[in-house]
């Protein structure tokens, strides 16, 4: 099963922008890339997800490089409410899911 | 509203007695999964389930059972449950296929004492 590494947490700087990577080296062809994250006390939410070109929504973008080994979630004006772990995973039509320890993002005022 | 539902949100109890955790969704997903979340060790799968009278493990699927008799509904089971089993739960659901968004339950927090 295709596996995702990140860093263990981030700081960011409120109303800057927050650049969150994720590695996937082993992904297959088929994989999507998704990303979630979650508040305390709460389950986790959608944020974004892509198969190879680039995504933006209004809660975020996602850069997927060219070979798909690694992507980045861009958080284009970090604020208080974003302070979350923030999980990349790949998901191959919602079988068998594999969340890793994702990224606890803080937000400092 | 669209949502995942699950019942009971907090649960005290003692090793070896039986419960259930149940788990609705109003979607029409086909698609539903448990998952448990432990401290530093994030969440991991325990069953999935692809459709009715579909279900298949996940990661950590050892004490604990699972059903899908009905679409909507998806119910843990915990026939004898065991102090290691306290945790966090969260049931998901999503269309399924590729690239489908997967919705979380608010969760249950279970205590075995």
């Known amino acids: 099963d295709a596996k995702t590494t990140q860093p263990n947490s981030m700081e960011s700087n409120e109303e800057e922008p927050v650049h969150l990577p994720c590695n996937h080296s082993t ?8 990303w979630y994250r979650q508040l ?7 944020v974004i997800h892509g198969l190879t070109s680039n995504v933006n929504n209004r809660m975020a973008s996602l850069a997927i490089a060219e070979d798909r080994k690694s992507s980045t979630l861009i958080l284009h004006r970090a604020t208080l409410r974003d302070a979350a772990v923030y999980y990349c995973i790949l998901n191959t039509g919602g079988f068998k899911t594999i969340f890793g320890a994702g990224t606890r993002l803080f937000v400092k005022a | ?3 995942v539902t699950q019942n009971p949100r907090y649960l005290i109890t003692v090793t070896g007695k039986k419960l259930t955790v149940t788990c609705s969704q109003n979607m029409n997903h086909e698609y539903m999964s448990w998952y448990r979340q432990d401290p530093g060790l994030g969440l991991r799968q325990i069953y999935y389930s692809m459709n009715v009278e579909v279900t298949d493990k996940g990661d950590v ?6 059903s899908r008799k009905e679409k ?3 119910p843990l089971i915990l026939e004898s449950p065991s102090p290691n089993q306290t945790s966090l739960y969260f049931c998901a659901s999503s269309l399924g296929r590729a690239g489908e968004t997967q919705y979380f339950g608010p969760g249950t927090r279970l205590l075995v004492l």
């Open chain 1, 27 to 34: 992904i297959s062809g088929t994989d999507y890339i998704h």
């Open chain 2, 1 to 3: 509203e669209a949502q």
């Open chain 1, 40 to 46: 305390p006390s709460q389950g986790p939410e959608y």
């Open chain 2, 72 to 74: 909507r509904n998806f």
């Open chain 2, 61 to 66: 699927p050892e004490g604990y059972k699972v």
